[in-house]
Each structure stands twice: as structure tokens, then as C-alpha cells.
């Protein structure tokens, strides 16, 4: 039988846990909504106990929604710090579950574990590193592998708030961002989209030039981390990107934007291996948090 | 007596070749201009031939103009690229020098060989992973040390070419980019200076306007940076940013343009610990080369 892990992608709207040896066996899942964190995270801990007392799971990962505190040396390490999410400041997530489960427990972004679960667990992607993983979605966030390990430093990157070209002239729209209004999340969010045209981006017919604006951003977005970093591979998850035509037109748009300056044939031909929709789909996440769990009695 | 190596800074406009065992001991030292690839490459080779000979000097690293080829499995590693500079475009910098002086050579980009530099030969930059290295002169450049190694990819990063707000309001210059026309290098590089102004960037007045946009722009490669990369230390190189002045206005505008988002006391308070200029100055590039001959036969 395969070594059985547990997985938690710890979200700012739900919380799934898993336990599973990978993707392709999953013995238990369960989702349920972010409320407080006494709350949230107590019945993080329910699912998990039977599992681990019966010595079925030997350890955990945890996939956050943040900021969170990354750095290993600090006495916060493993809490979510100053977020808007009521209650959720100052939480000590992975302090609390290592302390009840009594396991050795990884610890992660979301967006940096969902990057690791596709570096992880898809093969060709072992040999494309840098690779980073996009979400478009709530909001927009941006994890990667870089020489092997993930993204951390002062903090941890978040380029969805990267400041893009905003030409007003096409597109009035002042942006939501409470930091930044027209950054990139204030321009090209989920709620962003629904403020811009007054409806939810999913209900916006497939022909609404909402769709090429926000292909617009996302190009940009793409073009600035390949002009960062020089990926092997980007992967665009979350819900807007997966709205039909989209990803495509995001591929037309890097190719136009970046205009033959990157000569590299992922760039100039064949940009569909470059730009991927997520091979994990939305267990991305998830499996990352598995991963992790791997990694930390490796 | 310390052990030596061969350093080579191959720029766009000259080479400079020492022989060094690190800053503090610079035994030879030649600096002259880049014509062709078959004079530059002889000229570079005559310098070191004696140190090799006498086996003083038993590597060489290299830090070059590019776009370069870095891929060790490729055909053409060590070759510059695409470049305009004519006579340059497909020269087999690595392996022409490499075959004459028959001693492992180091190789990577000009910036990452100077990220590397600053990251080997200053103690406390070690604990500074990740760490940026910008240059911003006639053209504008960042190279990298992330996760203990420099910044490869499908290429390497050209983010100097990054999309940023161009606000033609205040700053109707169209840009100089001959792909991109305002992206950053197009809106921020030293040439972008003299041809809004009508004179070069050196010889502007400390009160003119230019420095306050030119510090914007920068600012918005920083800002996006430490968005992208969170990085501990960004160093800031080149000309253009020594002029007086310059890199307290830039530490400002980032604070300003991040506004209170990256909850770090590095980007909060102690800006001027993660913005600096060169420790090594500039000997940044030729000693990031030493460096790189050091780890060729470490």
C-alpha cells in the first residue's frame, strides 16, 4: 500500500484537507468554509486525528492564503499575518495543527504549493524549472520553483500586485486595489471584472470585450515574469482563466506584447508548451500540500 | 600566497580582464575597447596566456554582454546570441577562449556575474538570498541569486524590458525601445535620458525634473521586483543611479508606489538596508567573473 499523507489548502473562503498517497488516490477529502480560525481550524484537526492515531498519516502540508510568515527563524513562523480576514491576523495556523496531530507538518503559500504539486507531480515539469504558477481568481497571486525550491524571501512574491501599463484612454476604469487602485489585481481581479461591467465575470458572454481587456492584463502580467524570471513553464489556474478562448488569447497577447525580443522558440512558436492551463486542474493546490507533506519526512 | 583566477567583464562597449585572487588583491588588470569578436576575443586571450602558462592562473570566469546561450546542453552554451552589436551576433565567446587557454571557465550574464559578485565577496549578503542586482546605464539590466544559484531559465531574465505605467500626461516621450517602444528600458535608460532632455543624463542639473522621473521609473523596476522576487537586498549599479541623490529619491518612490503593502521593516523602515549601491562598485561584474572562476574548479 502507498504512504498516505494529508493535505490542506487552506483558503480564504474554504479550507480542503485530503488524505491521499497522490493524485491519483485520494481516501478521504473534505471542504468546508473559512469561518473563524478557532473554528476552522478545530475541525482541520477532527478530520486529520483519526488518520494520524492510527498512524495512517505520518505527516501534513499546509497550503495557505496569506501574507503569511515563511521565514523558519522567526518566532511567527507558520502564521497568517496581517490579513483583512476577520480574526485571522496573527493566527498561528501551523503552530495549532502541529501542535494537536503531533506530526512533522510543510508549510507553504497557496499559490508556492500549488507550483510545487505541478513541479511535483507531473513529469515533464521536472525538467522545467523556473516554473511558476498563476491564480486568477478573488484575487491574483503568483507562486514558482526556482532552482529547485520555492519561492521565499523578505516575505514571499506577490506579483498580482505588480504595477502594469493602464492607458485610460481604453479603459477608464480607476481599479479596486485598496493599496494601489490600478495595479495589477486592482485592474484585472474577479471582483474587479464584476465592478468594471456590473456583472460577475462568468456570466460575461463569450464574444464581451471584458474578455480581451482582461487577456490584455494577464499578457502583461505573463510578459513581466517571463521578462523576470525566464520560465520554462507558466501555469495559469483559477477561475478566469479557465473561461473558454481565454488562455489562447492570453498566448496571442505575451507574443504581441513581448514582440520577437525573447528569442526562444517556447516564445516565438510554440508558446501553447509555455502558457498551460493546469495539469492538476483545481486540485493543484491541494496535491502541492500533499507534496509538501512528502518533502517534510523526506 | 592566495590562489588566482582569470576574470573577464565582457561588455557591449569594453572588456575588462584581471587576474585577481577576490577585491582585495588585483595582481593585473587591462580594460580596452570591444571591436570585433576575433580582435577582442585575441586581445583577451593574449592578457591571460602568460598567468596560464605559468599555471598562476588555473581558471577564468566569464561575465557577458548578451542575450547568452547558458544552456550547458546546447550546441552553442557560452555563444552571445541575437545581439545587434555587429560581428557579435552567433560569437563562441565561451569555447573560443576556453580552447586557447585550456583551463575550466566559469560563464554566465554580466548582471548575474555581478548579482554574484556582490552575493560572494560581501559577508553579510550572504544571508541575503534573494539578491538583485540592476544596472541601469545604456541599457537597463537585473540579474540574481535565488535559492543559493544566478537566474537561468528558458534564457536568462531581460527585465529590463519590464511593462510598467507610462503616464503620457506628465511624460508624453513615446520611449527608445526598438521592440517595446515604453517599456521600462525604452522610458529609463540613459539614451531615453538624452533624447527627452537634449542632453545626456550626466550632464542634467541635480534639480532637474528628469531625476524625479527617471527615480519613478526605477521605482517601478524596484517595486515590481520586490513584488516578483521578495527579495532581502536589491543593488543598485550602473550610472545613471550614482549620480547625488538618486537612490534616496528611489528608496521614497518605492515606499510610496508599494504604499504600506509589503508589511516588512525592510520596505517599511529600513528601506536603505535593502536599496544600496554596489558594495564592490564597479568591480561588481569583474568579481562576480573571479567569483565565477573560483566556483569553475571548486
Same mark, same amino acid.
Given at each position: 500500500m502507498d504512504t498516505l499523507y494529508g493535505g490542506i489548502e487552506a483558503g480564504g473562503t474554504k479550507f480542503v484537507c485530503v488524505v491521499a498517497s497522490g493524485p491519483d488516490h485520494i481516501l478521504a477529502q473534505e471542504r468546508f468554509p473559512t469561518t473563524n480560525p478557532a473554528e476552522t481550524i478545530s475541525r482541520t484537526i477532527r478530520f486529520f486525528q483519526p488518520f494520524v492515531e492510527s498512524q495512517q498519516v505520518k505527516s501534513v502540508g499546509i497550503a495557505a492564503f $496569506?501574507?503569511? #510568515?515563511?521565514?523558519?527563524? @522567526?518566532? /511567527?513562523? $507558520?502564521y497568517i499575518t496581517? /490579513?483583512?480576514? +476577520? $480574526?485571522?491576523?496573527? !493566527?498561528?495556523l501551523l503552530g495549532t495543527i502541529q501542535r494537536a496531530l503531533k506530526v512533522p507538518c510543510g508549510f507553504d503559500t497557496d499559490v508556492n504549493a500549488a507550483a510545487f504539486g505541478e513541479y511535483y507531480w507531473i513529469p515533464e515539469n521536472r525538467d522545467l524549472d523556473p516554473l511558476l504558477y498563476i491564480t486568477v481568481g478573488t484575487g491574483i497571486g503568483v507562486g514558482g520553483i526556482v532552482n529547485g525550491q520555492t519561492l521565499h524571501g523578505l516575505i514571499h512574491p506577490e506579483a498580482g500586485h505588480m504595477f502594469i501599463p493602464h492607458d485610460r484612454t481604453v479603459d477608464p476604469f480607476p481599479g479596486?486595489?485598496?493599496?494601489?487602485?490600478?495595479?495589477l489585481e486592482g485592474l484585472a481581479s474577479g471582483p474587479s471584472m464584476a465592478k468594471r461591467w456590473g456583472? +460577475? !465575470?462568468?456570466?460575461? +458572454?463569450? #464574444?464581451?470585450?471584458g474578455w480581451d481587456l482582461e487577456a490584455k492584463y494577464i499578457g502583461f502580467l505573463i510578459s513581466n515574469l517571463i521578462l523576470n524570471f525566464s520560465p520554462k513553464r507558466v501555469v495559469l489556474g483559477g477561475g478566469v482563466p479557465q473561461h473558454a478562448g481565454f488562455i489562447p488569447k492570453v498566448r496571442k497577447l505575451v507574443q504581441m506584447q513581448l514582440n520577437g525580443y525573447i528569442q526562444s522558440p517556447k516564445v516565438m512558436d510554440t508558446i501553447d508548451e509555455l502558457i498551460v492551463p493546469? !495539469?492538476?486542474? @483545481?486540485?493543484a493546490g491541494v496535491m502541492g500540500a500533499i507534496a509538501l507533506a512528502r518533502t517534510a519526512v523526506e
Open positions: $496569506g501574507p503569511v #510568515d515563511l521565514d523558519k527563524r @522567526s518566532k /511567527t513562523f $507558520g496581517t /490579513t483583512p480576514k +476577520p $480574526g485571522w491576523e496573527q !493566527a498561528d479596486v486595489c485598496p493599496f494601489h487602485e490600478d495595479c456583472q +460577475p !465575470a462568468e456570466t460575461l +458572454p463569450d #464574444d464581451h470585450p493546469p !495539469a492538476l486542474g @483545481s486540485q
